[in-house]
C-alpha cells in the first residue's frame, strides 16, 4: 500500500478515498485445492456473486459437501449434473474439459504453484471455458500472485477511466503503461481499483 501511494499520486488519491483493504478470509484447505478453485471459477463465470454462491452450493450438495473430483464429474450423467446444479450445457462442457485435461495429465495442477504467471496462464487457457479473465482471477485470488494486471476485466477498465479521467475505455497497452508504477504490487492496485467500485469479484 505504501509503494502504490508513493508511485502514482492518482493511486494515492483513489486508495485515500475508498480505505484499506479487508483480509480475505479463505478455510485453509482451499489454498491447496487447485482444482476446486477453477470448478467454482467456471460455474461463477457471468454471473452475479449471488447467483455464483447459489449454483457452487447446489454443486456442493450434489457431491456430498464438497467441490466433485475430476472422474466424477465425468461419470456424471451431463443432463442430470446441468438441472441438479443449475449449469447451462457450456458450463458442463467446460467443467468436462478441465476434468479431461487433468486426467490426462496435460494440466498439471500440482505444478501451479511453482510456474510462472505466464505460463499459468498459458496452462489454464487451454481448457476450453477457461480464459485469460478466469486465469487472471485464478492468480489473483487463489495463488495470490502479487503482481498480476486483470486487463480483461470490465470493472478495472472503467475504474481506471474513472480515476484517469480518460475520454473512453483504455485498451490493455494502455493499462499496462499506465500499470507500471504500480509493479510489483499490481493484484492490489486491481483490488482497491475494483473497491473504488464497490464490485470486487465474490
Excluded at 468436462?96 to 490426462?104: D, I, K, P
Excluded at 487457457?125 to 502479487?146: D, N, Q, S, Y
Amino acid at each position: 500500500m505504501a509503494h502504490l501511494r508513493g508511485a502514482d499520486p492518482v493511486m494515492r488519491r483513489l486508495i485515500d478515498s475508498v480505505g484499506e483493504l479487508g483480509r480475505r478470509g479463505r478455510r485453509p484447505v482451499d489454498r491447496d485445492d487447485h482444482y476446486g478453485s477453477l470448478v467454482r471459477a467456471i460455474v461463477g463465470q457471468q454471473l452475479s456473486s449471488k447467483a455464483a454462491y447459489a449454483i457452487n452450493a447446489r454443486m456442493l450438495e450434489r457431491f456430498d459437501g464438497r467441490p466433485p473430483r475430476p472422474r466424477e464429474i465425468l461419470d456424471a450423467d451431463p443432463e442430470e449434473l446441468r438441472a441438479a446444479a443449475g449449469l447451462s450445457r457450456a458450463k458442463v462442457g467446460f467443467l468436462r474439459s478441465l476434468a479431461e485435461h487433468v486426467l490426462a495429465g496435460e494440466l498439471e495442477l500440482e505444478r501451479m504453484d511453482d510456474l510462472p504467471d505466464g505460463e499459468v496462464i498459458q496452462e489454464l487457457v487451454a481448457v476450453k471455458g477457461i480464459g485469460e479473465w478466469t486465469a487472471h482471477m485464478f492468480l489473483i485470488f487463489h495463488l495470490e500472485r502479487p503482481d498480476v494486471l486483470a486487463v480483461g476485466d470490465l470493472g478495472i477498465r472503467t475504474a481506471i477511466r474513472r480515476a484517469y479521467e480518460l475520454p473512453e475505455l483504455p485498451v490493455a497497452g494502455e493499462m499496462e503503461r499506465i500499470a507500471r508504477p504500480w509493479r510489483p504490487h499490481r493484484s492490489t492496485a486491481c483490488r482497491f481499483l475494483w473497491r473504488s467500485l464497490d464490485n470486487e469479484p465474490a
